[in-house]
C-alpha cells in the first residue's frame, strides 16, 4: 500500500505507516493470509500507539481483508474499536469503498479479488450485504505474495472481472499494484474502476479538507472538489 498511496498523494499531504504485525507465514504471502489477517485486529492497539505522538488528522486500516473476514455486520463495531484507538478521525478501507461507490453511483459492481478463496468469498458476502449487487467476480489466478505481483497483472485482471452489467470494476486489496493502470482501465472499459488504495486516500482527503483533484489515477481521485 505505502509505494501506491506515496505515488498517488497531493505533494501538500504526508503520509505515516506503522506495520500490524501478526504471527504466521509472510507478509502477502497466501498461504496462511486468513489466519494472519485476523491476528491483526490483535495489533491494532500497539500500531495505532505507535503513531499517536505524529498527532495525525487521519488515520486509515489499511486491510480491506480485515473488513471482509469480520463481515459487513460487525463493521461498525471494528470502526468503534478504531475510533476509541485512533480517534474520530479514523477508518477502515472497507468503509472508504463503500463511501467512494454510493459517491459515484455504483448500484452494481464487478469485483475483482486477489486474496485466496475465503477472503475473496467474504468479500463478495460483505458487497452484497453492503446494499451492491455484485454482478461479477474474478479471482486472479496463481497468486504466491500478492507483493510480488504486478500491475500488468492487475490490469488484466480487471478487464476479465468486467461485466457489460456492471456500473464499476472494484480492484479490491491494498497489496496489489494498481495506480498506473486505473486511468488505462477506465478508458478500455468505459466505467469506473475503484481500487482499495485510491478509495483510502480518496476519503482521507475528504476527511481532512484536502478536496483538490488529484488527476492521473482516475475517475474517484479526480472528483475531488
Request: glycine share 10%; proline share 5%.
Amino acid at each position: 500500500m505505502e509505494p501506491e498511496l506515496y505515488r498517488m498523494k497531493p505533494a501538500s499531504l504526508t503520509i505515516h505507516f506503522a506495520r500490524l504485525d501478526a504471527p504466521g507465514s509472510d507478509p502477502g504471502a497466501t498461504d496462511g493470509m486468513e489466519h494472519r489477517t485476523l491476528g491483526y485486529l490483535d495489533a491494532l492497539p500497539a500500531a495505532t500507539r505507535s503513531l499517536a505522538a505524529l498527532k495525525l488528522d487521519a488515520i486509515v486500516l489499511g486491510h480491506t481483508a480485515v473488513s471482509y473476514l469480520s463481515g459487513f455486520a460487525n463493521e461498525p463495531a471494528l470502526l468503534e474499536r478504531l475510533a476509541q484507538l485512533a480517534g474520530p478521525r479514523s477508518f477502515t478501507v472497507a468503509r472508504a469503498v463503500g463511501t467512494a461507490l454510493r459517491h459515484l453511483g455504483i448500484k452494481r459492481l464487478s469485483l475483482a479479488t486477489p486474496d485466496p478463496e475465503a477472503i475473496s468469498s467474504a468479500g463478495r458476502a460483505y458487497w452484497q450485504a453492503a446494499g451492491v449487487e455484485v454482478v461479477a467476480h474474478r479471482m486472479l489466478d496463481g497468486v504466491a505474495n500478492i507483493y510480488e505481483e504486478s500491475e500488468e497483472r492487475a490490469y488484466a485482471l480487471g478487464r476479465a472481472a468486467d461485466t457489460a452489467t456492471a456500473d464499476a470494476v472494484l480492484i479490491s486489496g491494498t497489496g496489489l499494484p494498481t495506480a498506473g493502470i486505473v486511468e488505462r482501465l477506465e478508458h478500455d472499459l468505459g466505467k469506473p474502476v475503484v481500487t482499495s488504495q485510491a478509495a483510502a486516500l480518496w476519503h482521507a482527503l475528504r476527511l481532512i479538507g484536502l478536496a483538490e483533484p488529484v488527476h492521473g489515477y482516475g475517475r474517484l481521485l479526480a472528483s475531488l472538489g
